[in-house]
């Protein structure tokens, strides 16, 4: 049985997918200035985003109280992921490039779709061989290329990848909370969860915590909790797998543009290379996602 095609879309719903994507993938540049550090950073990016999520929630009509107690504890154990996939990715972000970062941080797409695959109790397709190939081989030559300008860059890189990884563990987790709860209503619950969490590791790493420049956390906030998301959640229902997975591929270029004109990153020709292996390898991974998932994975994208 073929899964019904998505409602019409107009240029507005096109314009919200790709302003959702930008806006994302400005996450990186404002983690890189914030005067705190950036697990602190990422404490404020939940904090300052929890009350327009609520607002959102009720909004959309979706129920913040006298919810299942069991769906609430998927939710809050997948927060527990979701603050460590945070954590691990913004240490990185300030190690590496901003492409590599954005691409590794958005390797969970390929993850889940390996994950998928397990669950369903049958070998890759072609197009799924493909796209396992084209990850790893762009993941290669992309961690080759960190070791050849320092230990530290690639460090950031798998700081990254790391985060995919503890971001594909978050879906897993609140896969079986998504039939009743919302999507905003997850994201609140599984902020709020996550937020003692990067209090204890920002404390921990003795960062600088208290921001003095207060636009950029509330910047990184709005532009990776809130007008990413809402904008993403607003427009993805409206296109098939296919579109969604080349346009996610607009946050590498925005990061690279960003990370050239702010601090003076520069791509040569292999690492070009690189990016469009691991980009093939999320768009193939896009197309295999299963139309059930789609929604509730796009809605909670983080890194990112």
């Known amino acids: 049985m073929t899964s019904p095609p998505p409602p019409r879309a107009t240029p507005l719903h096109f314009a ?3 302003g959702g994507n ?10 890189r ?3 705190t550090g950036p697990v602190s950073a990422a404490f404020w990016r939940l904090t300052l985003a929890l009350p327009a999520i609520g607002l959102l929630a009720l909004a959309n009509r979706q129920r913040l109280t006298g919810l299942p107690w069991r769906a609430i504890a998927f939710v809050m154990g997948g927060g527990l992921f979701f603050a460590a996939d945070l954590a691990s990715w913004h240490i990185g972000i300030e190690r590496t490039r901003l492409g590599n970062a954005t691409l590794f941080g958005n390797a969970g797409s390929v993850l889940l779709m390996g994950f998928g695959l397990i669950g369903m109790r049958r070998r890759p397709r072609a197009g799924e061989w493909a796209g396992t190939a084209a990850a790893l081989a762009g993941a290669a030559i992309l961690l080759g290329r ?11 890189d798998l700081f990254c990848l790391l985060a995919g990884l503890l971001y594909t563990f978050y879906i897993l987790a609140l896969q079986r909370a998504r039939d009743s709860l919302g999507n905003w209503t997850l994201l609140a619950y599984a902020s709020l969860a996550g937020l003692p969490l990067l209090l204890g590791v920002a404390m921990l790493r ?3 915590f208290w921001p003095h420049a207060w636009w950029v956390v509330i910047g990184l ?8 998301q809402g904008l993403l959640v607003y427009a993805l229902k409206h296109f098939t797998p296919l579109v969604v997975g080349l346009t996610l591929l607009t946050q590498p270029v925005v990061s690279v543009i960003v990370g050239w004109l702010a601090f003076g990153e520069t791509l040569l020709p292999l690492d070009v290379l690189g990016m469009a292996l691991v980009g093939t390898a999320l768009v193939l991974a896009r197309i295999g996602d299963a139309p059930a998932a789609r929604g509730t994975r796009a809605a909670l994208s983080t890194p990112e």
Do not use: C, K, M, N
């Open 33 to 35: 200035v914030a005067d």
């Open 146 to 156: 960190s070791l050849e300008i320092g230990a530290r860059t690639l460090a950031g």
């Open 16 to 18: 919200a997918l790709l």
């Open 206 to 208: 003795h960062e600088p």
């Open 22 to 31: 930008a806006a994302l993938a400005l996450g990186p540049w404002f983690v």
């Open 221 to 228: 906030a709005l532009s990776s909790q809130v007008i990413g």
